[in-house]
């Protein structure tokens, strides 16, 4: 059991396990600094840009309303692009890490 504790350890404490750390949280940053701003703007312009929100578009659709089904839309674009960076970038890495373990 104190072996693998010892390999864990040396593990964590490397270089390239730090490494992934660092850029995992890169990722996770910016993706949440992107929504944040994004919302944030939005917010802004509901309360401070009432009159530039709300003229209609098309039909029955108004800027304010485009803007909402966008922030939506673009949540699920931010969420898939995590997922996919996940599939093909940080979970290969993690199981490599996890390999040395062995």
Do not use: D
Request: with cysteine; charged share 15%; proline share 2%.
């Amino acid at each position: 059991m104190s072996i693998h504790k010892t390999k864990a350890e040396q593990l964590i404490a490397s270089a390239e396990f730090k490494q992934l750390v660092r850029h995992r949280w890169s990722v996770c940053i910016l993706l949440t600094v992107i929504m944040f701003c994004t919302y944030m703007s939005f917010l802004y312009a509901i309360a401070y840009q009432k009159e530039s929100m709300a003229p209609y578009v098309t039909g029955k659709f108004t800027i304010g309303l485009l803007y909402a089904v966008g922030l939506i839309i673009l949540a699920w674009v931010l969420t898939g692009i995590y997922v996919y960076w996940a599939n093909n970038s940080y979970n290969p890495e993690v199981e490599r890490l996890k390999n040395k373990l062995k």
